[in-house]
């Protein structure tokens, strides 16, 4: 009865390769690869050992928002049994997004949304919207108002969550608020005096009459 024989072969390329056969026969070389290519996710992940594409996508991709002004916050959907959205976990948060929680990156990725923030629950800017845009996968943008301060946000659908960018405009709304109340007092004034020309006109005819 002929022994079967198994030998293991590392290739030139890095590939692993397995020789099987019978003994003295010629054997075939059943080869793969020795490394499994990574699936990158958009932002960063623990494990940087092993050099990649997907691992030099994911630097560039925190070094850009690290610096960013405009918060970007990635969250993974909680859903119930029936499929229903239940609340948000925070996945990936840059600096700016932290600022504007008050909190820093340890103790705000892993947490969940509603338990940071239970007013989201029922403003309709926040919870609500998000469930919605991760339902139907309609990008949302709109600007809203929380703890007196106005944010400017866009939500996506991302994989198993959506990913958030928001910029406090509240600096841009008082602003605004400014200007436009300059031009009311402006028109004011403006429509005094030409009401006061009229009458001077007016008199002055009334004189020479």
């Not at 991760?134 to 959506?162: N, P, Q």
């Amino acid at each position: 009865m002929e022994r079967e024989v198994l030998k293991s072969q590392v290739r030139p390329d890095g590939s692993a390769g397995l020789l099987t056969g019978p003994a003295g026969a010629a054997q075939v070389a059943v080869t793969a690869p020795a490394r499994l290519p990574t699936l990158g996710v958009g932002f960063p992940r623990a494990d940087m050992s092993a050099p990649s594409s997907s691992t030099d996508a994911d630097l560039l991709f925190k070094a850009v928002h690290d610096i960013s002004t405009e918060g970007l916050v990635v969250y993974r959907a909680v859903l119930n049994r029936t499929s229903e959205v239940v609340d948000f976990e925070y996945r990936y948060a840059n600096p700016a997004a932290c600022s504007i929680m008050k909190g820093e990156p340890e103790s705000v990725v892993g947490g969940r949304l509603l338990k940071r923030l239970p007013e989201a629950r029922e403003h309709p800017q926040l919870f609500p919207r998000y469930a919605r845009v991760f339902s139907s996968g309609e990008t949302s943008e709109s600007e809203y108002e929380l703890g007196g301060r106005w944010f400017h946000s866009r939500v996506a659908k991302l994989d198993d969550g959506i990913v958030v960018t928001v910029r406090d405009v509240s600096a841009q709304r008082r602003a605004d608020e400014v200007q436009k109340l300059l031009l009311q007092e402006l028109n004011h004034r403006v429509k005094n005096l030409l009401a006061s020309v009229i009458a001077m006109v007016v008199f002055t005819e009334r004189g020479t009459a």
